[in-house]
């Protein structure tokens, strides 16, 4: 019996190897990071062709504040130019834009285009685009266990009760139902590591890596991988 091929519906990304891109072309890194936010884009639309569900891109995590701050200054206006010059590209392609992270810590003129562009694209059907931004996963679950545990000081609910759904239910995922967790994660730039994105989530997701900068890496790229996602042989914790 020929195996099916696997259904690629939520892929997510670690846009890695901005700021390498920068330097082998003896730029600036927020030149990397502008050529970066241009590709999110390129990929955004390719990824809406080929049928994912939804895509969520690690743009910029809890622990991104320690950067130096004339880079975090460049990087919070990035969203301002990303709608500036895309959202009608978005609109055109019914893409609906979903921002997970710790929100209420951005700068207001972040906050409020990030609101902005969710509230614009909420009707749009089509892929889902969600930023992961000033996010960290660690942080996430124990927001989740708070939230549970006041619960069960509150008395509506008992730890005997507590199951891996509800934990789900209360993460920054939870809107996305049966696509909650990610089908596969490309990492690129040739690290490889999870970096406190998503760890309940990629519980039982396909890991890949590309050596190629994220300004590189493009639509042929993703085909390729995600064809090698269609044929691999996935477990969940199965033999
Ligand atoms: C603030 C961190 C950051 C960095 C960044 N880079 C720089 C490093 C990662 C690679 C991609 C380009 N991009 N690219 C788009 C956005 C973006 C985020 C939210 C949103 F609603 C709309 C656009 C973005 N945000």
Do not use: C
Not at 174 to 188: A, S, V
Not at 204 to 209: D, N, R, T, V
Not at 213 to 234: A, G
């Amino acid at each position: 019996m020929s195996k099916t091929d696997n259904e690629l519906n939520h892929l997510a990304i670690i846009m890695d190897g901005n700021g390498r891109w920068a330097k082998k072309r003896h730029k600036p890194r927020f030149v990397g990071h502008r050529e970066g936010m241009d590709n999110v884009e390129r990929i955004t639309l390719a990824a809406n062709k080929l049928g994912i569900k939804v895509l969520t891109l690690y743009a910029f995590s809890t622990e991104n504040w320690a950067r130096p701050k004339e880079e975090v200054a460049y990087l919070m206006n990035l969203p301002v130019r990303f709608f500036d010059k895309y959202m009608p590209t978005l609109m055109e392609n019914n893409v609906k834009v979903n921002i997970m992270g710790y929100l209420d810590e951005l700068p207001e003129k972040t906050y409020k285009i990030v609101q902005r562009a969710m509230s614009e694209t909420a009707h749009n059907t089509g892929l889902i685009l969600n930023f992961a931004f000033n996010y960290g996963s660690r942080r996430e679950i124990t927001t989740a266990m708070k939230e549970l545990g006041g619960m069960i000081e509150a008395g509506t609910l008992k730890s005997e009760e507590i199951t891996e759904k509800m934990i789900s239910q209360h993460l920054m995922t939870k809107n996305f139902g049966k696509y909650q967790d990610p089908d596969l994660l490309i990492r690129t730039s040739g690290e490889q590591r999870i970096s406190n994105f998503l760890l309940w989530q990629l519980a039982y997701s396909e890991l890949a890596f590309s050596d190629k900068n994220w300004p590189d890496f493009d639509e042929d790229d993703l085909r390729k991988f995600v064809n090698d996602f269609k044929h691999r042989n996935r477990r969940f914790g199965k033999v």
